[in-house]
């Protein structure tokens, strides 16, 4: 049999670690393939490293032929979808392949818009479930099973992280939220941090918040004062106003006093 292993397609997941590929071998050699590897014609799409093991120590494997791939977007999602659905995916991982998946879903609209024909009269057709599913962040927050909050954070760390900060965040060695803080530093600070260690990257996120948080607390203070100082100045104008009115007073008493004398 020719099977085809496409490198990039390989790599398109992230690999498991040395511990997981350990596990399986040992359970491959124990029990045997017991999951059929997935081909699209001669390419693999879906168990590399059984595949790999297998053909290592020469054991016999089971394929199944995905007929419904009509292209390359087709045979991604699927293995988004695939490793969405698996509890061995971290968190980080999760968001990155919900946010490829919205990548894939969003790309094909725009080319279906090109193509689309002239708007006419008819009720405009609903959007397709993928669509719907990617639509607001919420939503792939939900397809992730993660907070909105998280995927915004994901997104931060794909758009600004250097190389070696997501490589921390992949092993575990810093959280998503703190990997987002440290991701905010230039990429020079976000190296050295993280060569020095996750202790290092964890007072690197540390101070990046704490850095967000003064301005914070000097434009409270800020307000407070100006709001104290509008106080002052409201007390100050009432005092006038009413040492003015007892003078005013007082020369309408005086003036009482001297009519009640001349009647006298």
């Not at 087709?74 to 998946?101: C, E, N, P, T, Y």
């Not at 104008?237 to 003036?255: F, H, P, S, Y």
């Amino acid at each position: 049999m020719n099977i085809v292993v496409n490198e990039e397609l390989k790599a398109y997941i992230d690999p498991l670690s040395a511990d997981e590929h350990e596990a399986l071998e040992r359970s491959i050699l124990a029990e045997g393939c017991r999951d059929a590897l997935v081909l699209w014609g001669d390419l693999l799409v879906d168990g590399h490293n059984r595949h790999g093991i297998c053909v290592k120590h020469g054991l016999p494997f089971e394929t199944v032929q995905a007929t419904h791939f009509q292209n390359m977007d087709d045979v991604h999602l699927w293995m988004i979808d695939q490793h969405l659905g698996r509890r061995s995916v971290s968190d980080f991982q999760r968001g990155v392949l919900a946010l490829r998946k919205r990548e894939i879903v969003a790309a094909r609209r725009a080319k279906a818009a090109e193509h689309a024909p002239a708007p006419s009269d008819a009720a405009p057709a609903e959007p397709a479930a993928d669509d719907q599913a990617m639509a607001t962040r919420e939503a792939l927050a939900r397809v992730a099973r993660l907070s909105s909050t998280q995927v915004k954070q994901i997104e931060t760390i794909q758009q600004k992280a250097t190389p070696e900060v997501v490589a921390a965040v992949k092993a575990g060695d810093i959280s998503i939220n703190a990997a987002a803080a440290v991701a905010q530093l230039p990429a020079e600070e976000q190296v050295a941090a993280a060569a020095a260690g996750k202790d290092e990257l964890k007072q690197a996120a540390k101070r990046v918040r704490e850095a967000k948080k003064k301005p914070r607390d000097e434009n409270a203070a800020q307000a407070d004062g100006a709001e104290e100082n509008v106080d002052v100045a409201a007390l100050q104008q009432r005092v006038a106003t009413l040492e003015q009115e007892n003078g005013m007073l007082r020369q309408q008493i005086k003036a009482l006093q001297e009519m009640l004398q001349e009647k006298a």
